[in-house]
T-cell receptor, first 114, second 119 residues
Framework: AQSVSQHNHHVILSEAASLELGCNYS??????LFWYVQYPGQHLQLLLK??????LVKGIKGFEAEFIKSKFSFNLRKPSVQWSDTAEYFC????????????FGTGTKLQVIP | EAGVVQSPRYKIIEKKQPVAFWCNPI?????LYWYLQNLGQGPELLIR????????DSQLPKDRFSAERLKGVDSTLKIQPAELGDSAVYLC?????????????????FGPGTRLTVL
């Protein structure tokens, strides 16, 4: 079974600072990777996903993530955060091939200070 | 297009009482999921339906939890009797999954959740 680790539980940044949220997974085979975001008072929504191909994935709102297979990592990045990026971010993984259960990390709360 | 609808949004009950949650998925989505999210944790799958069939209920505590999706559209999740430890957010999600594909879309659309408090 796969598992996901998000090492940063709470991150505080000033506006315009660069962001990198760590995500490591454990699974021996081919995986699909996701980042979901939950803004205050809103539901979980997909930020970006990786299935195959270019390991650098671009998502909505200027976010991107890079899949590094050798490191089992899928870190989320944004060059310059805004106050509106304040949210909780969840990394998720599932085994590729047909339907496989999606396993979520514990989430990272990002607080952006104006 | 309407998203995933859940009701109620909040529910407060006393322990040992029954409680039910309702979910209406995005129109046309054949796959429906119920997740449990404890404070400070990510969502954990309880049950997954493909149309009206529960194809993964291995994480559902069957002594007190039950779910149904009779017509393959909306679904209910029930707890009877509720315990203090059941206090959490119950999330419903839906997706459109294709049979026989090398990999499915797997993009799940989540509802707002039901926050359950058991006193």
């Amino acid at each position: 079974a796969q598992s996901v680790s998000q090492h940063n539980h709470h991150v505080i940044l000033s506006e315009a600072a660069s962001l990198e949220l760590g995500c490591n997974y454990s699974y021996g085979g081919t995986v699909n990777l996701f980042w979901y975001v939950q803004y205050p008072g809103q539901h979980l929504q997909l930020l970006l996903k990786y299935f195959s191909g270019d390991p650098l994935v671009k998502g909505i709102k200027g976010f991107e993530a890079e899949f590094i297979k050798s490191k089992f990592s899928f870190n989320l990045r944004k060059p310059s955060v805004q106050w509106s990026d304040t949210a909780e971010y969840f990394c998720a993984v599932n085994a590729a091939g047909g339907y496989q259960k999606v396993t979520f990390g514990t989430g990272t709360k990002l607080q952006v200070i104006p | 297009e309407a998203g995933v609808v859940q009701s109620p949004r909040y529910k407060i009950i006393e322990k040992k009482q029954p409680v039910a949650f309702w979910c209406n998925p995005i129109s046309g989505h054949n796959t429906l999921y119920w997740y449990l999210q404890n404070l400070g944790q990510g969502p954990e799958l309880l049950i997954r339906y493909e149309n009206e069939e529960a194809v993964d209920d291995s994480q559902l505590p069957k002594d007190r939890f039950s779910a149904e999706r009779l017509k393959g559209v909306d679904s209910t999740l029930k707890i009877q009797p509720a315990e203090l430890g059941d206090s959490a957010v119950y999330l419903c999600a839906s997706s459109l999954e294709g049979r026989g594909l090398a990999h499915s879309n797997n993009e799940q659309f989540f509802g707002p959740g039901t926050r359950l408090t058991v006193l």
